[in-house]
């Protein structure tokens, strides 16, 4: 998991050569004017989903973990708390892996939180087991975008 400013984005490239492609597009696109949805950058292996949500308590959480993509989650407008962990301190399923949807929800003990709000990022890869769109001290709507990456 990795968590950051925007404006650091550029030293991160060299991790994945897919993970420029995907920061060029929150750099420039108009994020705030995007409507919800799909945004394909390259097919499949890149794209990104806009989304206007409201966060939810913490007692709601669901614990996810991905292992075809990587995602990196990135606040346009309001703030979030993100719940993550490392997927070895997960032993429970809660939903079996969906193949289609590239996720499993998973149950566990051992887990951090963050908070990030407009301009911040999160890169989570698949041994990053994620808990997002909590709120920081209540419910709120924001939006973000997710830019998909695959491995």
């Given at each position: 998991?990795i968590?950051?400013r925007?404006?650091?984005?550029?030293?991160?490239y060299?991790?994945?050569?897919r993970l420029?492609?995907?920061f060029?597009?929150?750099?420039?696109?108009?994020l705030?004017?995007?409507?919800?949805?799909r945004?394909?950058i390259?097919?499949n292996?890149?794209?990104?989903?806009?989304?206007t949500l409201t966060?939810k308590?913490?007692?709601e959480?669901?614990?996810e973990?991905?292992?075809?993509?990587?995602?990196?989650?990135?606040?346009?407008?309001?703030?979030?708390?993100?719940?993550?962990?490392?997927l070895?301190?997960?032993?429970?399923?809660?939903?079996k892996y969906d193949?289609t949807?590239?996720?499993?929800?998973?149950?566990?003990e051992?887990?951090?939180?963050?908070?990030?709000?407009e301009?911040?990022?999160?890169?989570?890869?698949?041994?990053?087991?994620?808990a997002?769109?909590?709120s920081?001290?209540?419910?709120e709507?924001?939006k973000?975008?997710?830019?998909?990456?695959a491995?």
């Amino acid at each position: 998991m990795i968590f950051d400013r925007l404006n650091n984005s550029k030293q991160y490239y060299k991790l994945n050569e897919r993970l420029e492609k995907g920061f060029e597009f929150i750099l420039n696109n108009d994020l705030s004017s995007l409507k919800e949805g799909r945004y394909e950058i390259d097919g499949n292996d890149i794209y990104a989903n806009v989304q206007t949500l409201t966060t939810k308590e913490k007692s709601e959480q669901k614990w996810e973990v991905h292992r075809k993509y990587i995602d990196i989650q990135y606040v346009i407008k309001g703030e979030e708390c993100m719940g993550y962990g490392i997927l070895e301190d997960f032993k429970n399923v809660a939903e079996k892996y969906d193949e289609t949807k590239d996720v499993e929800f998973l149950k566990g003990e051992t887990y951090n939180y963050i908070n990030v709000k407009e301009g911040d990022f999160v890169i989570f890869y698949p041994q990053d087991v994620h808990a997002p769109m909590l709120s920081v001290k209540k419910p709120e709507n924001i939006k973000k975008v997710i830019v998909k990456i695959a491995l």
